[in-house]
T-cell receptor, first 111, second 113 residues
């Protein structure tokens, strides 16, 4: 039972444009959401998070939007850079810090 | 100065063998975790340890057993390895067992032949 879904396995974006990665979840008890970035042969690296009491969190080029009614969150990267090319995992957690990960979206930023 | 480290990075072994993967964190975190990433790239939690006590034990076979000699270490022992155990195993840690960001190790790539 996959509680967090990333329906786009891959995304290609031109350098300088906006990258939008999407994530859907099913459990309304999740109260913390995160995005992780993963390069080949490395572990996931924390990128940005958002609490369920907010609908937007921004950190430099990265912004996460949360729509609780739709059980949907998205990660915006603008402007996209070639170094952003990686696999991005969405994760959701409840108060027990039990994380559920999506299957990832592979982002390719084309120079 | 690696925050979360795992050894070995690669592990190739025969079916039926027993193997261990070690994990260490130098972040002073209270909670550590083991995840399995399968062939479909799905990251699924296996265990978490908080102050040397097992908190979460997902429905993994009892051939898998976490061992924590101290707060900074959480090792994963696997007995009687099976082909389906081939995966990438990630260790992670967080400050405490509440809603907290988890920091991951580089992964151990296990291949069972």
């Amino acid at each position: 039972d996959q509680q967090v879904k990333q329906n786009s396995p891959s995304l290609s974006v031109q350098e300088g444009r906006i990258s939008i990665l999407n994530c859907d979840y099913t459990n309304s008890m999740f109260d913390y959401f995160l995005w992780y970035k993963k390069y080949p042969a490395e572990g996931p690296t924390f990128l940005i998070s958002i609490s369920s009491i907010k609908d937007k969190n921004e950190d430099g080029r990265f912004t996460v939007f949360l729509n609780k009614s739709a059980k949907h969150l998205s990660l915006h990267i603008v402007p996209s850079q070639p170094g952003d090319s990686a696999v991005y995992f969405c994760a959701a957690a409840n108060t027990g810090n039990q994380f559920y990960f999506g299957t990832g979206t592979s982002l390719t930023v084309i120079p | 100065d690696t925050a979360v480290s795992q050894t070995p990075k690669y592990l190739v072994t025969q079916m039926g063998n027993d193997k261990s993967i070690k994990c260490e964190q130098n972040l002073g975190h209270d909670t550590m975790y083991w995840y399995k990433q399968d062939s479909k790239k799905f990251l699924k939690i296996m265990f978490s340890y908080n102050n040397k006590e097992l908190i979460i034990n997902e429905t993994v076979p009892n051939r898998f057993s976490p061992k924590s000699p101290d707060k900074a270490h959480l090792n994963l022992h696997i007995n009687s390895l099976e082909l389906g155990d081939s995966a990438v195993y990630f260790c992670a840690s967080s400050r405490r067992l509440s809603v907290e960001t988890q920091y991951f190790g580089p992964g151990t790539r296990l291949l069972v032949l």
